[in-house]
């Protein structure tokens, strides 16, 4: 049984993510920051094992290191992440909203592969997938959203030094764009469900091999522009 790691996963992508993985019989080791959610979440099936865990948190992803400390991970999704303030206009600029919104999305995801780098080279599918946006694309950028463009566009970053750095150990680490999809971030308005969505996602991470590391990927497939 494949074993796949879901950041972020109580609601969603990240439950999307965990509900079509179990549901394909995989085993799914899933983190939420609240105990309600992990509810949810165990209500999937038995092979959904929750772990609370603020990604933002070291001593709390340490703690799921040590958890999970033998158990191989077929696939490392780090999912959890934050948009922060909308439409602000320039010269309103929320600082404090946009350090935290990088600790989110760009620190907490170089955390997590830290701590479990291990447990993903001793399975036998070495996948690192990064949850990025089409809105990290620098030559996409058509203004609006500094601080959540931004922070994708480092975590792009973050995956292709791991991307170089994780190769001679046979990981296979990419960032993938899901689309704009409806949840509580995406809004009602957007064109996508989230089970659409992830089913793309999950036949792109089927796919992978070390050959792809690097990659910055569509739902649909087809490449992003950096």
């Known amino acids: 049984m494949p074993t796949v790691l879901i950041t972020g996963a109580g609601r969603g992508l990240g439950f999307e993510f965990a509900k079509q993985y179990a549901a394909d019989g995989w085993k799914v080791i899933a983190t939420v ?56 206009p320039f010269g309103q600029t929320d600082y404090a909203a946009w350090e935290q919104v990088m600790r989110v999305n760009v620190m907490a995801p170089m955390a997590v592969v830290e701590a479990l780098v291990d447990n993903v080279a001793a399975s036998a599918q070495k996948r690192i997938v990064m949850m990025s946006s089409g809105l990290g694309s620098i030559a996409r950028n058509d203004g609006g959203d500094p601080i959540y463009r931004s922070s994708k566009t480092a975590l792009n970053q973050v995956m292709r030094t791991l991307s ?24 009602s308005a ?37």
């Open 164 to 187: 170089a750095e994780l190769k001679d150990r046979g990981i296979t680490v990419v960032s993938v764009s899901p689309g704009w999809v409806k949840t509580d971030m995406g809004g």
């Open 190 to 226: 957007a064109p996508l469900t989230a089970d659409v969505s992830i089913m793309g996602l999950r036949k792109v991470i089927a796919g992978l091999s070390v050959k792809d590391t690097g990659r910055y990927v569509h739902y649909d497939g087809t490449e992003n522009p950096w």
């Open 33 to 88: 920051r609240e105990p309600a959610a992990g509810a949810k979440l165990s209500a999937l099936g038995k092979t959904v094992e929750v772990h609370l865990a603020d990604v933002t948190d070291r001593a709390a992803i340490a703690r799921l290191a040590k958890d999970l400390r033998g158990a191989a991970i077929d696939v490392l999704i780090c999912n959890a992440g934050i948009y922060g303030p909308k439409g602000q």
